[in-house]
């Protein structure tokens, strides 16, 4: 075979031949990284890899950093001329002249600098040279003559295979940062001096960097490093032939087949952290610990001794710490697939982990598909849920779970619950229970738990497991959370550790000044894959405290922070997630959230946790407190008064005249509420809650000494009571407006009493609170609404309208009128409602404007709503939040309250409103616009419940034309027409009977619509009226192209209507036979005759009516079916008149009527029963 032709030309052919073979590897080695030489080792046979250029100027460098020029960098600079390599020793060598700067004593620090001396250092005796070859595959050593020892520039055979076989040097993960000054343990160390750092500083300085080059380690984590090739001792006992440095911990470290040290450096700010408990800075060694996935057993300290060292040539040594750590090795699950964990680590490969990864993901797209694995799985659960029973004597039980029967018989398709085995007649408190899950089998469970195979089926165990668990978790997991099944059997995966025989030698400076450390491994690699880089280090920790820091505590939690604003300038516009994957975990992120909220409330942030501090506001003067009592009732119960004292001073203005009060349960989780009284100062044009109080009772005696203790705190605070103007002489208030809570009434009203000055109200303070209700409550409009809503079902439009009217009642006499046309109802909903009005006969007075001994003018002049109190509970929970801590909840409030004074305090001073459009005739016309936006949606709302009629442009006439499908959505689901809201059927309902149509397979069957039967009551009118297009109703498999249509037959059912009379029957029918159809996926109703959208009558014009011809419809529940768009609905078109010469009396005309508007029917939301061959749809009648 001929020789291929080189690209190299003759001149560079022969320059290649000079270079000796080690000088191409280096070059190799500096140019190309070790996964790529690895995976291209044939590129490597010959030379035509080589860029001439470039390996010309490699070795120009090299030999430049060997020259006496370069190494005057270092602390002994050597004097004389030319290149040690090319000076030839012999048997005594001349001494060498070297200059060594003088050090300066510390009398003579301030003097002149002395000159450097020149001192001769005899040279030691040339070596004995050797070659070493390969010769039949045994090592031969060659001694060398001078000349030769001078002139060969060849290396050894093994040199050679050694270097052709050395591996990447790669490595790790995330750099974390913290650092401390202190070796082996946690102990705080004295902060290092200026001057020591100087030294270290000038000391790295003089190192010769000039032969590091960027290392081609691809650190996971993003980090960088340079490396030093060649033999190096960084101890007396330690040798290796790479230096690596790397700024920053690492999250995972190479094993390096080649003997490296790896120096990391901690010198920067952002590694000198501290303990957020023990305020100590971190030891080195703990940084480098707690950032490395992988876990070391160290104790704290490790095998520690003496060592020096020097972490780069040139370097004076530096006395350390010696720790020998010991990998803890894997833990996963006693069932895990060996595959995923026996390899053998020393490059930072990330294949195997990568495999664990996809392993884990399959697992859980599996788990549960099963009717065995969810057994196994609900089997886990009952196993973890120990059971908490005590018995008498203090013993625990120690029960276990079995099956036990259902009391009841059969439940949800289960006869048996988990119950525990420790339950006696004697001993029946406090056992767990667990219901059995729908999906978990009864059958086998019994079996699980009797440890008995579930199935014989093989094909239902499961895989080899996956489950490994993260090193830094270890055995603090005992079992795993997969399902296990061998042979049938439900097998519990308990998690063990597989150890790994790698060791790292850490080098910690004694000096805590010097931040930095040497890390030297074995030469035994990982027996386990790198483990998932979870672990969030020191510095993490503390950068995300530092976001926690710029938002705040109060009220946070980690998705408020996560997207805060201050968050993303802190983490360069990136969420945490972004920013370090570690920092995913929502746990992790939590816990630093409560221990950052604990760090500044060390109390906690319960009820209780309130108390130092109200203890700690009690020593500050009256203007300056904000917590003004924190009490206990007789019953326990808790009060807690806040408020700031400029706000309250509020309540005594002339401009305010009312006030609402009303607890709200959304701000605090727990116990506890958050009771607001709440104005509207007229003088700045804006509401304000000027007192809040945290309560837990809600009864008469509690709201009375709730009430108590604002009437105190406010004589302290301002020196009159709460001033209502009914009962306190130069009073403002008028009314108060509370919602429909009968405690809170009643006791506000005993409290104000205590208060009376019976000479100027004219009331004895022992006059009863239900008398005393009338005088200056108002309840909230809204809240005495909300029950009528849900008489809408029960009722006509017309008997709700004037239900709701109930408010504006004129007199006693049209009161009584009501009262009694509501009783002849004989709803017993609605009747209970009124006897509790009746019954507590202070709430009519309240609620009416005519029976409440409140002026007309003062009712007219005060709210009849809790509105601005509303408004207010919505206000804060924006600002501060919800669902709190009680501590969180008060100081947050604390916050709104005194900047809400501050604005308020400004604004009387300076004249600047915080709203300038809000004083009453902006308001009044914002709620003009708000009224009519609500009448004219309830106009729509009314309008929707009349279908739009369709009519044929051929009058009276039924074309039977095929049918036509209507359109598909998106997703491929069959549109209809939107379904309006029912109305009642003309005027009233009479009966329950269901729209239905049953549909059969066999062909001598007719379809049928049950219509239900309608009592007609309503004006004397003539019938004038249009008969329009009936309509086909339609099937179609989408799968077959097959179907069919046909026209629906109507009958009314014989039924007996509400009243007692029968209802009529009469022939409204319109009949035809149903072939035989296959299955189908798709069912449609459309217009006989086309287009979709068919043309409007021709005799009757459509015309936009607000008010006419209520629609009639007859309702089921909706079905299946995607709604069509409403844009060809924006006005109603009026299908039929009835004149006022109609005999509203005559049936015969109803019927005749009802039959022709029968013939425009409208069906939609269809569903299909292929069981019960039953299809339940909509029927709209239009009036």
Not at 115 to 140: C, F, H, W, Y
Not at 411 to 440: A, L
Not at 632 to 647: E, N, R, S
Not at 665 to 689: H, M
Request: proline residues 7%; glycine residues 6%.
């Amino acid at each position: 075979m001929s020789e291929l032709p080189s690209k190299h030309a003759p001149a560079d052919r022969e320059f290649l031949d000079s270079v000796s073979a080690r000088q191409l590897m280096e070059f190799r080695n500096h140019v190309y990284s070790p996964v790529y030489i690895e995976l291209n080792a044939g590129k490597f046979l010959d030379h035509e890899w080589v860029d001439i250029s470039g390996l010309k100027q490699y070795l120009r460098r090299q030999t430049q950093n060997s020259s006496p020029a370069a190494s005057t960098t270092h602390p002994f600079a050597l004097s004389g001329s030319g290149s040690i390599a090319s000076t030839r020793p012999s048997a005594v060598s001349d001494p060498v002249r070297v200059k060594i700067e003088a050090t300066a004593t510390p009398a003579s620090a301030s003097l002149v600098k002395a000159e450097p001396q020149v001192i001769s250092i005899p040279q030691s005796p040339a070596q004995i040279k050797m070659r070493t070859l390969n010769e039949d595959g045994q090592e031969v050593l060659e001694l060398l003559s001078d000349s030769e020892a001078d002139t060969d520039d060849r290396d050894s055979d093994l040199e050679v295979m050694e270097a052709l076989q050395r591996t990447s040097r790669s490595s790790s993960t995330i750099p974390p940062g913290d650092a401390d000054d202190c070796p082996g343990d946690e102990s705080e160390c004295g902060e290092p001096s200026g001057m020591a750092s100087s030294e270290s500083n000038d000391e790295s300085d003089n190192c010769d960097e000039s032969d590091l080059v960027e290392s081609d380690t691809v650190w996971q984590d993003n980090g960088t490093s340079r490396v030093r090739i060649g033999q190096f001792r960084p101890t007396r006992k330690t040798s290796v032939e790479r230096m690596e440095y790397r700024a920053g911990p690492a999250a995972v470290y190479p094993i390096h087949r080649v003997r490296t040290g790896i120096v990391i450096d901690l010198s920067d700010e952002k590694y000198r952290l501290r303990d957020p408990t023990t305020k100590k800075l971190y030891s080195l060694m703990s940084i480098i610990i707690n950032a490395d996935n992988d876990s070391w057993d160290w104790g704290g300290g490790g095998s520690r001794a003496g060592a020096k060292v020097t972490f780069a040539p040139g370097e004076t040594p530096v006395d350390c710490w010696r720790i020998r750590c010991d990998c803890k090795g894997a833990y996963a699950c006693d069932q895990l697939d060996p595959a995923l964990r026996d390899i053998l680590r020393f490059e930072l490969d990330s294949g195997p982990r990568d495999a664990i990864i996809a392993a884990q993901q399959e697992t859980r797209r599996r788990e549960g598909n099963t009717a065995e694995e969810r057994v196994v799985l609900f089997m886990k659960v009952i196993r973890d849920a120990k059971c908490r029973a005590v018995d008498t004597k203090g013993n625990k039980c120690r029960g276990g779970p079995i099956l036990k029967p259902k009391p009841h018989g059969s439940e949800r398709n289960h006869q048996y619950f988990v119950g525990c085995s420790g339950w006696t007649p004697k001993f029946q408190q406090g056992h767990r229970t667990h219901p059995i899950p729908d999906n978990v089998d009864e059958d086998l469970l019994a079996n699980a738990l009797a440890g008995r195979p579930m199935t014989d089926d093989p094909a239902k165990d499961t895989p080899p497991c996956s489950g490994i668990i993260h090193p830094h978790t270890g055995l603090k997991k005992k079992y795993c959370s997969h399902a296990h099944i061998v042979n049938g059997i439900q097998v519990r995966g308990e998690i063990k550790n597989y150890p790994c025989k790698a060791v790292r030698y850490v080098y910690v400076p004694k000096d805590p000044s010097i931040r930095k450390v040497l890390i030297v491994h074995n030469n035994i690699g990982h027996t386990h894959p790198i483990p998932t880089l979870s672990n969030v280090s020191f510095e993490l920790n503390d950068t995300y405290r530092q976001c926690i820091k710029a938002h705040g505590v109060l009220g946070a939690t980690v998705s408020k922070i996560d997207n805060a604003q201050s968050t993303k300038m802190l983490l360069d516009g990136k969420t945490p997630c972004a920013y370090a994957p570690p920092l995913h975990n929502k746990r992790v992120k939590r816990d630093l959230l409560h221990a950052a909220k604990l760090e500044e409330y060390p109390h906690g942030l319960d009820v209780e946790a309130i108390i130092p501090i109200a203890q700690a506001e009690l020593l500050k003067s009256l203007p300056e407190r904000y917590i003004h009592s924190y009490i206990k009732t007789k019953q326990g119960k808790i009060i807690i008064v806040t408020f700031v004292p400029y706000l309250l001073k509020l309540l005594d203005d002339s401009g305010v005249t009312s006030f609402d009060g009303d607890a709200t349960y959304k701000g605090i989780v727990g116990k506890v509420n958050e009771w607001e009284l709440t104005i509207f100062a007229k003088v700045v044009q804006r509401a304000a809650s000027i007192l809040r109080a945290y309560i837990d009772g809600a009864s008469t005696d509690f709201f009375e000494e709730l009430f108590d203790e604002l009437q105190r705190v406010k004589l302290m605070v301002t020196g009159r009571p709460i001033p209502l103007k009914k009962f306190v002489r130069g009073g403002n208030l008028i009314v108060a407006n509370v919602d429909m809570d009968g405690a809170q009434v009643l006791g506000f009203c005993r409290a104000v009493m205590k208060y009376n000055d019976p000479e100027y109200s004219g009331f004895s303070n022992d006059t009863p609170p239900e008398e005393i209700a009338p005088e200056i409550i108002k309840l909230c409009w809204r809240h005495g609404k909300e029950p009528i809503h849900d008489f809408k079902s029960l009722v006509t439009p017309q008997q709700l309208a004037r239900i709701k009217n109930v408010f504006y009642i004129q007199s006693k006499e049209e009161l009584a009128e009501f009262s009694t046309w509501l009783y002849g109802l004989g709803i017993k909903k609605i009747t209970d409602w009124w006897k509790h009005k009746e019954i507590n006969d202070w709430i009519i007075p309240c609620l009416i404007k005519s029976q409440s001994n409140i002026s007309a003018d003062d009712w007219d002049a005060t709210p009849s709503t809790t509105n601005t109190n509303e408004a207010q509970h919505h206000w804060t929970n924006s600002h501060t939040g919800t669902k709190l801590r009680p501590v969180e909840a008060l100081e947050s409030r604390r916050k709104l309250d005194l900047n809400t004074a501050q604005e308020i305090e400004m604004s009387l001073r300076t004249g600047i409103l915080s709203n300038p459009n809000n004083d009453i005739s902006h308001r009044m016309s914002r709620n003009s616009r708000r009224q009519a936006a609500t009448a004219e949606k309830e106009r729509e709302s009314r309008d929707a419940t009349k279908p739009k009629a369709k009519a044929s442009s051929r009058r009276g006439k039924s074309t039977r034309a095929g049918t036509t499908t209507l359109s598909a959505s998106s997703s491929g689901r069959v549109k209809t027409r939107g379904r309006p809201e029912p109305a009642p059927v003309l005027p009233t309902q009479s009966d329950t009977v269901s729209p239905e149509l049953i549909v059969s397979p066999l062909p001598t069957q007719t379809t049928e619509v049950l219509v239900p039967d309608f009592t007609l009551a309503g004006p004397a009118v003539d019938p004038m009226f249009d008969i329009f297009p009936t309509f086909d109703f339609g099937f179609n498999d989408t799968t077959t192209s097959q179907g069919f249509n046909a026209p629906v037959t109507f009958r009314a059912p014989s039924t007996s209507s509400s009243s007692g009379t029968s209802s009529p029957s009469t022939s409204l029918y319109r009949s035809a036979e149903l072939p035989t159809f296959t299955p189908f996926d798709r069912l449609y109703a459309a217009l006989a005759q086309p287009p979709y959208q068919p043309p409007r009558p021709s005799l009757i014009s459509p015309m936009a009516d607000e008010d006419q011809n209520q629609g009639t419809t007859s309702h089921m529940p909706a079905m299946d079916l995607d709604p069509a768009p409403r844009e060809t609905r924006s006005s109603r078109i009026t299908l039929a008149r009835l004149p006022p010469t109609f005999d509203g009396s005559d049936k015969s005309k109803w019927e005749t009527f009802l039959d022709a508007l029968l013939n425009y029917l409208w069906a939609y939301d269809l569903e299909f029963d292929s069981e019960k061959k039953k299809i339940a749809f909509t029927l709209s009648l239009l009036g």
